[in-house]
């Protein structure tokens, strides 16, 4: 009698264990972001950084340079479906 329980809870306990992971899964896919919604996250971060630093306009306009310069070539996006 003591097996039969004990198969039964180790059952259950690997069950939820896969149940939990399958929604793991189920949201990081789901919650993925796509590659401009990401750059867009990023360079939104780094001007409201620099926004609250300069007053210069010459000087805010370089900045937005660097900005745009870095996220278009330094953002790395690969697609795992999972995360990015």
Not at 8 to 16: A, C, E, L, Y
Not at 28 to 54: C, M, R, S
């Amino acid at each position: 009698m003591n097996s039969l329980n004990f198969n039964f809870m180790k059952t259950r306990i690997v069950s939820i264990f896969v149940i939990t992971l399958i929604l793991l899964i189920a949201i990081a896919t789901i919650t993925n972001p796509a590659k401009e919604l990401h750059v867009q996250y990023i360079t939104d971060k780094l001007q409201l950084y620099e926004k609250n630093k300069n007053s210069d306009s010459i000087k805010g306009l370089m900045e937005e340079l660097m900005i745009d310069t870095f996220t278009s070539f330094e953002v790395d996006y690969h697609n795992f479906y999972i995360f990015s």
